[in-house]
């Protein structure tokens, strides 16, 4: 599952994405800049390691190369005398930096210093990226699933993630947690929004809040904004459309709109404050 994160760890920038690329990236996942240029001989020692490490970082880290014969003002600006120069960017600023060509093992010490969070607890980091950078958390899981393939709470994370990114690959993981892992439950409650979230596909919101606004009768296109404002995490907007499936008409896709209800509970979890409320919601309807 790291071929997708192996491939963004390395990057190419210029002047015009430096901003975008090394200051406000970093500011999700540290970017660690890579000063060279083709004619400078240690720098071909250095880049290989670098990129060797980059990648199997899983998306710890991001490795931005910078030619400086091509970006002579960058260099410049960072106070660049010689090459390589390596320097560490974090929350949009300059965090570290060294010079020359390392040695891997310098090189892997000087990298655990500056990522200390994400290599002792891949984890921590995955959960408190999730809300505002979902690509760099999968990245995390990653790197915890590297180093642990059988971490259930990182095949739920990943699952999770990916699911609602409509990737394949995120079922795939959600399959592998064991019915006697307490993620069990979750897991099989977003497999079950798997397919759910297939409803919106290719749906505009809009269009859809209007046609239901307009045509309350109109269950299909019910089901689909529920499954448009789940997938979006609007949690307690998709609860409320599938509560009114339910109590128009229950049998609509085979009792579908009950059983995403407890799909959404079962990944909600009962802590949750839109659970309990909905759970008796739902008992009134039935019972």
Known sequence: MGSS?????????????FQAQVLERSRSVPVVVDFWAPWCGPCRVLGPILEKLAKESNG???????????????????????????????DGKLADQFEGALPESQVRAWLNR????????????????EDRAPDEAAARYRLALGQNPDDHDALLGVGRLLVQQGEAEGAEALKQVPANSPHYAAAQGWLALAEFFGEARNSKPDALAAQVAA??????????????????????DAIEQLLAIVGRNRAFREDGARKMLLALFAVLGDQHPLVAPARRKLANLLF
């Open 114 to 129: 500056l990522l200390p969070a994400e290599q002792n607890d891949p984890l921590a980091a995955a959960r408190e990226l």
């Open 5 to 17: 994160a192996a491939s963004a760890a390395v990057i190419e920038v210029d002047e015009r994405s």
């Open 215 to 236: 045509q309350p009768g109109d269950i299909d296109a019910r089901y689909k904004l529920a499954a448009l404002q789940a997938r979006n995490r609007r949690y307690d």
């Open 60 to 90: 710890a880290w991001v490795l931005a190369k910078i030619n400086v014969d091509n970006n002579q003002r960058l260099a410049q600006m960072f106070r660049v005398q010689g090459i390589p120069a390596v320097k560490a960017f974090r």
